[in-house]
């Protein structure tokens, strides 16, 4: 009888498979809805619990706080010794360069130059000047954005102000990684929570304590700016650490509608974006540099900070220095033109902090030039071969090892808060509908539709024996993209196991594939990220729709239920498991033995191994480990 209902089956699935060929944008299209509704559920919460000042003073600290732990600064790692070194000074009419390094952490080696004004007579104001991404490479040897941008520091000095330009790790003269997820497929910076955005924000932080040591340094004159990725990283200190008084970030925020919608994230490294455990938009980022004075500056024809979502931001933002009465405190400035480093931009930046450090506002008649070749201001020669620059990654995150012993309940907790925190906050309703219902050879076959979440609809095939008796067990296998195009291991698998077979696929594979271009898959799973999600965190509640569809149907209400999964799927039921009840058994084949070899679950390294997560699992219902699969 079996071997007589394996073709059936076969066509059944091959029928799907055929449609989602047909309709190979399907995938593309729910996801691009469900993105738009998700996006707008963020945009709508953000800073829609503050209403008053009272509001904001109570949720000033706690949003700190995530914002910290958003970028792997909670815990902050410990302020160890700077070893800050002068390597080279070169003179100038009116100021002089002092080429220094420090370290924010022993061998997280940063590289900058520190203008210094002649003829001071106290302590000066002084500017924190983060770069973005112009890199100078001449020869085989990397100079650093710092030289890129030099003009800047240049300016502060000429004009009386104490400049410290630092390099960026991507770009500096040791330069690391900002393109993990965006170009080498390190997917597993999600799961450790880790994000370039961190150790840039933790080098300016460390810069401002360098900063403080210099008696002729004025602590209570603290300003921040940058361009472009340096726009960005002014954002984060500005936000994170109050000893900045002033802040002008250039061309380095936008919102949520322009990168996950409008397609933006594609243009950005992933130095640009905390990791959104909190389902944050960008203006809450922005919101805690108030009341202090913010001056947003951007172009009107910029291509990856479009005008529009910044016009939204700020918006967002007035409101809450509207709440302090420090309206004017909040400045913006749009440009002419693209994505570029201007003049137009720079003079009232300049003005915003004689404004606001210097008190008063002086005509600015020199531009800002580029002074010195690339060779003066090098820091090295030769490279620290302590440093740990060029593979902070490896190590910047706190995660869990192999001794970490949290307890059950903490772990599902943080799963569930920290990891799973884009699953929505109730299940809503499956609208289960049964599409299709054939009876052969003593067979039975169906399929049904039900929705997942919002924008997200998806199918399970069902096949059993008729007049099976009631109480059979139900096989419920989770495919994987190889599972998803290959029929006949799901049909040898029918074929052997009595009961009844379930075979689902999760979104984005077999009907739902989305268009397998590999820049269009990176740049979907980076948009889940963006959104306080991944891919794979997000399939983990397809199963267990899945299962509670299944639940629905009388045959399989009460029966026995047993998981499958096959590599990355055997993650997906393991996990799957820890929130559903009566799972009788879990069945894995290809466990991954490590973070970098399973999915990308958004923070799960940082409490919990994948061995940890077996043996939890192991706990609640049996698990039985098959061994590999052959591809």
């Excluded at 594979?509 to 268009?515: A, N, Q, V, W």
Aim: with cysteine; glycine share 8%.
């Amino acid at each position: 009888m079996m071997k007589r209902f394996l073709p059936l089956l076969a066509f059944g699935l091959q029928a799907s498979l055929a449609q989602a060929a047909e309709l190979k944008t399907l995938g593309d299209r729910m996801f691009a809805d469900y993105f738009r509704i998700e996006t707008k559920r963020l945009a709508d919460d953000c800073l829609a619990e503050i209403h008053s000042l009272d509001d904001w003073n109570a949720k000033k600290k706690v949003y700190r706080k995530q914002l910290h732990e958003m970028l792997g600064l909670d815990p902050q790692p410990e302020r160890t010794p700077l070893k800050a070194t002068v390597t080279g000074t070169v003179k100038h009419d009116g100021f002089e360069v002092r080429n220094l390094h420090y370290q924010s952490s022993p061998g997280l080696y940063v590289t900058g130059n520190l203008y210094v004004p002649h003829n001071l007579t106290g302590s000066a104001p002084t500017i924190l000047y983060v770069c973005g991404h112009g890199r100078v490479r001449l020869d085989g040897i990397d100079y650093g954005n710092k030289t890129h941008y030099q003009h800047h520091g240049a300016w502060f000095a000429r004009n009386g102000y104490v400049c410290l330009t630092i390099d960026t790790i991507q770009l500096g003269e040791l330069p690391g990684i900002h393109h993990g997820t965006y170009r080498h497929g390190m997917w597993w910076w999600n799961s450790r929570g880790y994000t370039p955005a961190g150790v840039e924000a933790w080098n300016c932080i460390r810069a401002l304590d360098y900063l403080e040591s210099l008696d002729f340094v004025d602590k209570k004159r603290l300003g921040v700016t940058g361009r472009s990725g340096g726009g960005a990283y002014s954002w984060w200190i500005a936000a994170l650490d109050e000893r900045i008084k002033v802040a002008a970030p250039v061309a380095g925020i936008t919102d949520l509608q322009n990168h996950v919608v409008d397609g933006v994230v594609e243009g950005h490294c992933d130095c640009m974006y905390p990791v959104n455990t909190y389902g944050w938009d960008f203006a809450q980022v922005a919101a805690l540099v108030a009341p202090r004075p913010l001056l947003i500056l951007n172009t009107d024809d910029d291509g990856i900070f479009p005008l529009d979502g910044v016009n939204r931001l700020f918006t967002k933002v007035r409101r809450i220095y509207e709440l302090h009465g420090k309206k004017s405190h909040l400045g913006l400035v749009i440009t002419p033109g693209g994505h570029g480093d201007s003049q137009e931009l720079r003079v009232p930046a300049f003005n915003w902090f004689n404004k606001h450090l210097k008190g008063k506002s002086v005509l600015i008649d020199k531009p800002a030039t580029k002074l010195f070749t690339p060779q003066q201001l090098k820091v090295f020669d030769p490279l620290p071969t302590d440093e740990r620059t060029t593979t902070i990654h490896d190590t910047f995150p706190q995660i869990a090892g192999d001794d970490a012993k949290a307890k059950r309940p903490e772990i599902i907790k943080n799963l569930r808060e920290k990891t799973f925190g884009g699953w929505p906050r109730r299940g809503g309703k499956l609208r289960l509908r049964k599409v299709s219902n054939t009876e052969r050879d003593g067979v039975r076959l169906a399929a049904y539709d039900f929705g997942s979440q919002a924008g997200i609809r998806l199918r399970m095939h069902i096949a059993h024996k008729t007049g099976l008796a009631k109480g059979a067990p139900v096989h419920l296998q989770v495919l994987n993209e190889n599972q998803a195009d290959d029929t006949t291991r799901q049909l040898q698998f029918v074929a052997e196991h009595p009961g009844v077979y379930v075979a689902f696929a999760p979104r984005g594979i077999g009907s739902t594939r989305l268009t397998q271009n590999e820049k269009h898959l990176t740049q979907t799973r980076r948009r889940f990220m963006l959104l306080g999600q991944t891919l794979a965190g997000q399939q983990v509640w397809d199963v267990r729709r899945c299962i509670r569809a299944l639940r629905t149907l009388e045959r399989c209400a009460a029966a026995p239920l047993e998981l499958w999964g096959t590599r990355g799927s055997a993650s997906l039921v393991t996990l799957a498991s820890l929130f559903e009840k009566d799972i009788s058994k879990l069945n894995l084949s290809d466990y991954p033995a490590t973070d970098q070899e399973q999915p990308d679950f958004l923070n799960i390294s940082r409490f919990i191994t994948p061995t940890q997560l077996l043996d939890l699992a192991k706990r609640k219902t049996q698990v039985v480990i098959l061994g590999k699969e052959k591809s």
